[in-house]
C-alpha cells in the first residue's frame, strides 16, 4: 500500500467522524431523539422533553464532551457498576501502554526505519507515493546494529506491561473487594443453585430438598424455590404482550383503520373491529396462560433443579464449595446469579441436550471459522491490484485513477471486514445461549471469548497467512517455523492493520456515539409507536465492544517495534474510546446485571497472549535480520512472561472466581447489626420465583389474574 492510499483511507474516516460527532452533537438535543440518544436520563427521570423551540438546539456543541471528561471513577462505579469501571480501565490502561510505546515507537524506532535502505529510500519529495514498507523494520538493512534499538524497545515495553498488568489486577481485585464491602445485601450473595436432585418414588422435588437441606444444613436452611419447566408459559405470555402492544397502537393511532379481516395474513374471513377481535384474543391467551400456571402449581412439571437460600453468605459458601452427596453426580451445586441476570430457558433443556449442544457449538464455530475466510481473501485481494486485475480484467481502465485505486486498496478492504464482522457477536451470543448456562452474565462472558478469539484467528492470522485453512493449520502443526513466518508475514501487512484500525477504531467509535443503527430503527417504527410504549434503556454489548479493545491491544503490541507508525492512529482511537464511551454510560447504557470485574481476567489473559506473540515474532524477526545474539536472549522473555501470569493466577483469580471465608463473615458480622435483614429474608423467600409464573394481567376483564398462582409454602 501506498502512502496515498493511507492519507485517502485517513481523510475518509476523519470525514465521517466529523460528520458523526457534528450530527450527534444537533441530534442529542431534539426531543423527537431523547430515546434514542438519552434513554438513560429519560427513564431516571433527570431530563424531560422539551417541546418549546429553542435555536440553541440546531447549534453543535461541546458540552457533553466536557460533561463525559469530568465523570469520576467513583460515579461510574456508584452509577453503572464496577463492570463498567473495568471497562474504561481496558482503555486507560490501553493508553498507558500506548502512550510509552508511541514514544519510543515514533521518536526512536522510526526513525531507525526510515533511515534504512533494505527495500528503498524515502522519497521526500513526492512523499505520498511512498510504499507503507518503508516506515517499517523490513527496510533496515540485515545484521544493522540499529537492530538493537528494536531489542531493546521489545525488552522496556513487555517490562512496563508487566508492571500494568500487576497493577491493574492488584487494584481490580481490590475493588472488587470493595464493592462486595460496600453492597447492601443481595439475593445471589444467599442462594446456590442445586441440579440433579434425586426424588424418591412418592415424593415431590420440593420434597426432596426440604428434607435434604434440613437434615443437613439445619441451622443456616432457610427455603427454596424449585425450578419449573415454563418454556410453553413464557411463549403464551410473549404472545400477550404483542397482542396488547398491537391494541395499544391501534387505540392511540386515530387515522389508522381499525376494522380488517380476522383470517389469516388479514386477507381472508369476516371484517371485524381489531381491538375487539385482539382483545378477545388477549382475554383467551390470558386464560390459558392462567390454566397453564395452575398445572405448574402442582407437583408436576418440576425440574430436578432447584434455588436454595441460607440464613448466611458463609453457609451459602460453605454448601456451594462442599460436595453434598456420596455420588459426586447429585446434588451438584453452582453459584446462583442474580435473580434478573438468571437464563430462564436454560432449565428448560436436559443434561444430554446440553451436552449435545455444546458439541454443536464447537462444529458451529468451526464452520463459522472457515467460512469466515472467503471475505478474508477478498479483503486480501483488494490489497494487491496487480491481482484484482487478474480476477477482475475488466476493471483496468478504472482502477488506472488514481483516487480511485487509492480508495479500493486504502479504505475499500478494511470496511468490507467490518462489515461482516458485524454478525459475528450476535451469532457467538447465539451460540453461547444454548451451550448451557444458567445466566445472562454467563453467556455474555462466554461470547466475549468466543469473539475475541475468533476475531484473533479470521482477522490476525488469516490476514497474515492469506492463504488456504490447510496451510494455517500446518503452520501451527510445525511450531518451529512459527517465528520465522511471522517474521515474514506480519510486517508485510502492517499497512492493511493501519487502515483496518482506522476504520473499524475510528469510524466505528463514532457511530457507537451516533447511534446509526438505532436511529434508523427508531424512525422506521416511530410512526407505529404510541405514547404508552415502553421506554428501555439498551445495556452495553460487552461481547462485542471488550473483545475489539482488546484486539486493538494486540495490533498495538505487536507491531510498535515492527511498523511504529500505526502507534498514533491507536492513540487516537483509545482517546475517542475514552470520552465516547463514558458519554454513553452517562447517557445510553443502563446495568441489568453486574459481574463484579469478572471480564478482568479475560483481559489478561488476553495482554499475555499478546506479549508472548510478540516475543515469537521478535525471535523470528531478529533471526531473519541475521543479528546475532539477539534471538537468544530475547527467548527468556515468552518464559517469563507465562511464569508472571502463573503468578497472577494464583494471587489474584481466585478473588474473581469466590469471596474469601474473612470477607464472607465479615460482611454476615455487619448484617447482625441491620434491622432490615428480616425483611430481606422474608423477600428472598420468592425473590427467584420464575417471572412466569408471575400473576400479569393486560386486559380489562382478567381480575382473576391477580392473585399469585404459587405461596411461597409451595415454592
Not at 386477507?267 to 391467551?285: A, M, N, R, T, W
Not at 475489539?548 to 475517542?576: M, Q, S
Amino acid at each position: 500500500m501506498l502512502v496515498s492510499a493511507l492519507i485517502t483511507s485517513v481523510g475518509i474516516n476523519s470525514g465521517l467522524c466529523v460528520l458523526f460527532f457534528t450530527l450527534y452533537s444537533i441530534l442529542r438535543k431534539q426531543p423527537i431523539y431523547y430515546d434514542v440518544y438519552i434513554p438513560r436520563l429519560l427513564l431516571e427521570g433527570t431530563s424531560k422533553r422539551r417541546s418549546r423551540f429553542n435555536l440553541e438546539r440546531l447549534i453543535p456543541s461541546p458540552g457533553w464532551v466536557r460533561r463525559a471528561w469530568k465523570l469520576s471513577e467513583e460515579e461510574l462505579l456508584s452509577t453503572s457498576g464496577l463492570d463498567a469501571v473495568v471497562f474504561m480501565r481496558i482503555i486507560t490502561f490501553s493508553l498507558k501502554v500506548f502512550l510509552v510505546a508511541g514514544v519510543i515507537g515514533i521518536f526512536v524506532i522510526l526513525p531507525v526505519n526510515c533511515t534504512g535502505d533494505q527495500l528503498e529510500d524515502v522519497d521526500f519529495v513526492d512523499f505520498s507515493n511512498n510504499s507503507m514498507d518503508v516506515f517499517t523494520i523490513s527496510n533496515v538493512n540485515s545484521g544493522s546494529k540499529r537492530l538493537w534499538v528494536h531489542f531493546s524497545a521489545v525488552y522496556i515495553v513487555t517490562i512496563f506491561v508487566w508492571y500494568l498488568l500487576y497493577y491493574e489486577y492488584k487494584y481490580i481485585s481490590s475493588k472488587r473487594i470493595a464493592y462486595f464491602y460496600s453492597s447492601k445485601p443481595q439475593p445471589h450473595q444467599f442462594t446456590i443453585l442445586v441440579r440433579s436432585i434425586p426424588v424418591s418414588v412418592g415424593s415431590s422435588v420440593s420434597e426432596s430438598v426440604d428434607s435434604f437441606f434440613t437434615e443437613y444444613h439445619p441451622s443456616t436452611y432457610l427455603s427454596h424455590v424449585v425450578v419449573r419447566q415454563t418454556s410453553k408459559l413464557r411463549g403464551l405470555i410473549n404472545d400477550a404482550k404483542k397482542l396488547y402492544k398491537r391494541i395499544i397502537r391501534l387505540q392511540s393511532n386515530s387515522t389508522q383503520h381499525k376494522y380488517g379481516r380476522a383470517g389469516c395474513f388479514g386477507c381472508f374471513g369476516s371484517k371485524v373491529d381489531l381491538v375487539d377481535h385482539y382483545e378477545k384474543q388477549l382475554e383467551d391467551i390470558e386464560e390459558n396462560v392462567r390454566l397453564e400456571q395452575s398445572e405448574l402449581s402442582m407437583a408436576g412439571d418440576e425440574i430436578t433443579a432447584a434455588f436454595v437460600s441460607f440464613k448466611s453468605r458463609y453457609a451459602a459458601a460453605t454448601a456451594f464449595h462442599l460436595q453434598q452427596s456420596i455420588n459426586p453426580t447429585q446434588w451438584v451445586t453452582e453459584q446462583a446469579p442474580e435473580p434478573q441476570d438468571v437464563y430462564w430457558p436454560f432449565f428448560s433443556s436436559s443434561f444430554m441436550r446440553r451436552w449435545i449442544s455444546k458439541l454443536v457449538v464447537i462444529v458451529a464455530c468451526i464452520i463459522l471459522t472457515i467460512l469466515f475466510l472467503i471475505p478474508v481473501v477478498l479483503v486480501q485481494g483488494l490489497t494487491n491490484l496487480s491481482q484484482l486485475e487478474i480476477w477482475l480484467p475488466f476493471l483496468k481502465s478504472i482502477l488506472t485513477i488514481t483516487f480511485v485505486s487509492e480508495v479500493i486498496t486504502g479504505y475499500l478492504p478494511s470496511l468490507i471486514l467490518q462489515l461482516f464482522l458485524k454478525m459475528v457477536p450476535p451469532i457467538m451470543e447465539l451460540l453461547s445461549s444454548i451451550q448451557g448456562y444458567n445466566s445472562h452474565s454467563n453467556i455474555e462472558k462466554s461470547a466475549c471469548n468466543k469473539v475475541l478469539w475468533f476475531t484473533v484467528w479470521n482477522i490476525f492470522f488469516a490476514t497474515v497467512f492469506s492463504g488456504s485453512v490447510l496451510y494455517q493449520v500446518s503452520l501451527f502443526l510445525d511450531p518451529k517455523n512459527i517465528p520465522a513466518k511471522l517474521a515474514v508475514a506480519v510486517p508485510a501487512q502492517s499497512s492493511f492493520f493501519i487502515a483496518y484500525v482506522v476504520t473499524s477504531g475510528w469510524t466505528s467509535t463514532s457511530s457507537e456515539l451516533f447511534r446509526l443503527i438505532p436511529l434508523i430503527g427508531s424512525l422506521i417504527t416511530k410512526p407505529c409507536k404510541s405514547a404508552d410504549d415502553e421506554l428501555e434503556a439498551p445495556t452495553i454489548p460487552y461481547h462485542r465492544d471488550i473483545p475489539r479493545l482488546l484486539f486493538f491491544g494486540l495490533l498495538g503490541i505487536t507491531y510498535f517495534f515492527l511498523a511504529p507508525l500505526i502507534l498514533p492512529f491507536l492513540l487516537v482511537y483509545f482517546c475517542l474510546g475514552y470520552i465516547i464511551y463514558r458519554n454513553q454510560f452517562i447517557n445510553v447504557y443502563e446495568p441489568k446485571y453486574e459481574t463484579a470485574g469478572k471480564f478482568w481476567p479475560i483481559v489478561h489473559n488476553s495482554m499475555i497472549f499478546s506479549l508472548v506473540l510478540m516475543h515469537c515474532i521478535a525471535v523470528g524477526i531478529f533471526t531473519l535480520k541475521k543479528l546475532s545474539l539477539a534471538p537468544t536472549l530475547i527467548f527468556p522473555l515468552p518464559i517469563l512472561t507465562l511464569l508472571f501470569n502463573e503468578y497472577c493466577r494464583k494471587r489474584f483469580l481466585p478473588i474473581f472466581n469466590a469471596y474469601s471465608a474473612e470477607s464472607l463473615i465479615k460482611k454476615d458480622r455487619e448484617d447482625q447489626h441491620d434491622a432490615t435483614m428480616n425483611e430481606f429474608f422474608d423477600k428472598l423467600v420468592t425473590a427467584y420465583q420464575d417471572p412466569a409464573l408471575m400473576p400479569f394481567q393486560f386486559s380489562t376483564n382478567a381480575d382473576s389474574l391477580n392473585s399469585p398462582l404459587l405461596s411461597s409454602a409451595e415454592v
